[in-house]
């Protein structure tokens, strides 16, 4: 079964700092490769996006990198805020048809002051 | 914000007894899908619609069961609730097929199996 690997499960980041998510993919069908941000009790929301024409892209604080050799792919959020804090999830496009994405398990991100 | 309401947002039932669990949609979106949310799990797909009537399994189908009979009301369905059910379970839709687009999710409902 194609697997989107997630690290860390948990990320604790001064506030200012940078936090790095990092996702590894087996497979995939194409590229697509999005991010959502969960805040407790809510539903995940995507975040950010990023498709196989570019290598990098750029959302005020957040950037999605993609290394298609090594089937990696990183969230940075630069400047972290306390209201970044949050669970992130990466996600890849299953091989095979329209099924749905494929989630990694999750970051837990803390920003403390 | 996108038109997805989940119904109930909590329920508490006890082992062996059915559930159903909906998902209604404003946006008239074609795809619909029902993930689980455990911790050390992430998001992991139960089933999902690619319309009316059309249907498929997701990685974790077994013990579940799906209807959609209109556009907007997809129905997920514990036969026989266990404890290992007891989860988040998220509604999602999109418009078109969620592997390159946005996914948009619902509030989720707090399932405690007793």
């Known amino acids: 079964q194609q697997q989107v690997k997630q690290s860390p499960q948990s990320l604790i980041v001064q506030k200012g700092g940078i936090s790095i998510i990092n996702c590894a993919y087996e497979?995939?069908?194409?590229?697509?490769f999005p991010w959502y941000q969960q805040f407790p009790g809510k539903g995940p929301a995507l975040l950010i996006a990023?498709?196989?024409?570019?290598s990098e892209k750029k959302e005020g604080r957040f950037t999605i990198s993609f290394n298609k050799s090594a089937k990696q792919f990183s969230l940075h959020i630069m400047d972290s805020q306390p209201g970044d804090s949050a669970t992130y999830f990466c996600?890849?496009?299953?091989?095979?048809?329209?099924?749905?994405?494929?989630f990694g398990k999750g970051t837990r991100l803390s920003v403390i002051a | 914000d996108a038109g997805i309401t989940q119904s109930p947002r909590h329920k508490v039932t006890e082992t062996g007894t059915p559930v159903t669990l909906r998902c209604h949609q404003t946006?008239?979106?074609?795809?619909m899908y029902w993930y689980r949310q455990d911790p050390g799990h992430g998001l992991r797909l139960i089933h999902y619609?690619?319309?009316?009537?059309?249907?498929d399994k997701g990685e974790v189908s077994d013990g579940y069961s799906v209807s959609r009979s209109k556009t907007e009301d997809f129905l997920l369905t514990l036969e026989s609730a266990t404890s290992s059910q007891t989860s988040v379970y998220f509604c999602?839709?999109?418009?078109?097929?969620?592997?390159?687009?946005?996914?948009?999710f619902g509030e989720g409902s707090r399932l405690t199996v007793l």
């Open positions: 999602a839709i999109s418009e078109g097929s969620g592997n390159t687009g946005e996914l948009f």
């Open positions: 497979n995939t069908a194409f590229d697509y």
């Open positions: 990023i498709r196989p024409d570019v």
């Open positions: 996600a890849a496009p299953k091989i095979g048809g329209n099924t749905p994405l494929v």
């Open positions: 946006e008239n979106h074609r795809y």
């Open positions: 619609s690619y319309g009316v009537k059309d249907t």
